[in-house]
T-cell receptor
Framework: DTAVSQTPKYLVTQMGNDKSIKCEQNLGHDTMYWYKQDSKKFLKIMFSYNNKELIINETVPNRFSPKSPDKAHLNLHINSLELGDSAVYFC???????????????FGPGTRLTVL | RKEVEQDPGPFNVPEGATVAFNCTYSNSASQSFFWYRQDCRKEPKLLMSVYSSGNEDGRFTAQLNRASQYISLLIRDSKLSDSATYLCVVNGYGNQFYFGTGTSLTVIP
């Protein structure tokens, strides 16, 4: 019954590897997001998709590639992992209706990525 | 200039104390405002929305001052379980949510 779920919860890998994180929401929301939270705890937006279309693409290395096969799923693939990629990655979703001042975000439990 | 600015704290207060957090935002066209709570090693969760007229939820009171672009959260009668990081969040144009860096609160027995 989890509203926003992510897998895996923990990911430990070597530098240079390629890995994917998956996210699914069962809230019927149209918009999904990926955030990175580093050791300083700041939540930084990476990407946002609305109905499978990319709408926000912040300054993120192109080693990070999001994919949205349908509006309930937003996956994040990371190529050639680097030490600085170590962080907690949160997926979130919201209704996404433009101008809806009551819209709020729901977060997944996070994926703790450690690059060795 | 950051979209949302918060005092990071930490705030260390005794049980039963009243504590207030402030937050400023830079975009005067921002449409909606929230306080989220994040426990250690957990995801952020919505604590309350912030309405123009101010709103209260039990021991928590949120206020918005659009003229000064300022949001506040007041916690009365602090409990040990209130210890967490409190994130100020502003929804701007185009469904983009801007997060503050968070304010750390520890309630001490």
């Amino acid at each position: 019954d989890t509203a926003v779920s992510q897998t895996p919860k923990y990911l430990v890998t070597q530098m240079g590897n390629d890995k994917s994180i998956k996210c699914e929401q069962n809230l019927g929301h149209d918009t999904m997001y990926w955030y990175k939270q580093d050791s300083k705890k700041f939540l930084k937006i990476m990407f946002s998709y609305n109905n499978k279309e990319l709408i926000i693409n912040e300054t993120v290395p192109n080693r990070f590639s999001p994919k949205s096969p349908d509006k309930a799923h937003l996956n994040l693939h990371i190529n050639s992992l680097e030490l600085g990629d170590s962080a907690v990655y949160f997926c979130a979703s919201s209704r996404g209706a433009s101008g809806d001042s009551t819209d709020t975000q729901y977060f997944g439990p996070g994926t703790r990525l450690t690059v060795l | 200039r950051k979209e949302v600015e918060q005092d990071p704290g930490p705030f260390n207060v005794p049980e039963g104390a009243t504590v207030a957090f402030n937050c400023t935002y830079s975009n005067s066209a921002s449409q909606s405002f929230f306080w989220y709570r994040q426990d250690c090693r957990k995801e952020p969760k919505l604590l309350m929305s912030v309405y123009s007229s101010g709103n209260e939820d039990g021991r928590f009171t949120a206020q918005l001052n659009r003229a000064s672009q300022y949001i506040s959260l007041l916690i009365r009668d602090s409990k040990l379980s209130d210890s967490a990081t409190y994130l100020c969040v502003v929804n701007g144009y185009g469904n983009q949510f801007y997060f503050g860096t968070g304010t750390s609160l520890t309630v001490i027995p």
